[in-house]
């Protein structure tokens, strides 16, 4: 597996500028100021922006495989099934005060595809997953997050997973690309296979 430390500039593509991204208001009342029209929720980071490109010169063939419309496909009926087997659908109707917090969120983040929550299993933990697919936010809740946690910490949980949403959906997906191909690399160098430590050390602070 080939290494992942940052290359020369003169070997590798420069990143593109991106746009500043905008600090989300806390008003008095606890609602959320979304962003000035069009002014970018979020954006990438200088660095997200060097890792891709870097991946893209340094492991092109971890790249293509996962930006290739083969394995986005082959990825979303696997989150399909897993949904299917794991979990339950959380309806608007029975559930308003989370989609409530949803719906906050989703305009505060300038998210425009509709968002379905589900229920996981209750393993112990309080936490949330986005299962990505560019058309839908898919968030699966994990453990019984609306009997323990406060109103403003769903908030929080929710508008976390959904900013991988608006993330992943950047640059035509690329960003998400990146995230696997990291992922894949640091399970290689955990496993022995040769790729660098820094594949670790990298997947975590993209993850950040």
């Not at 500043?20 to 660095?47: I, M």
């Not at 659908?89 to 989703?106: G, T």
Request: with cysteine.
């Amino acid at each position: 597996m080939p290494d992942v430390t940052p290359a020369p500039a003169a070997s590798a593509p420069a990143a593109t500028n991106s746009p500043s991204p905008q600090v989300l208001e806390l008003n008095p009342d606890r609602s959320v100021t979304s962003p000035p029209d069009g002014a970018p929720a979020l954006a990438a980071l200088p660095y997200h922006l060097l890792v891709r490109d870097h991946l893209k010169v340094h492991a092109a063939k971890l790249w293509e495989h996962f930006s290739s419309d083969a394995f986005q496909q082959a990825h979303a009926e696997e989150l399909r099934l897993a949904l299917l087997k794991a979990t339950y659908r959380l309806d608007r109707a029975s559930h308003p005060e989370l989609y409530a917090h949803v719906d906050v969120c989703a305009a505060a983040l300038k998210l425009t595809v509709p968002v379905e929550l589900y229920q996981g299993p209750n393993d112990g933990t309080l936490n949330a997953a986005l299962y990505f697919v560019p058309d839908t936010a898919r968030v699966v809740l994990l453990g019984p997050i609306e009997e323990l946690l406060s109103q403003e910490e769903i908030r929080a949980l929710l508008g976390h997973d959904l900013s991988h949403h608006v993330l992943w959906t950047l640059h035509g997906g690329e960003l998400l690309a990146t995230e696997r191909a990291l992922s894949a690399l640091s399970r290689a160098s955990d496993q022995g296979a040769g790729a660098s430590v820094s594949a670790c050390a990298s997947e975590r602070l993209f993850k950040l």
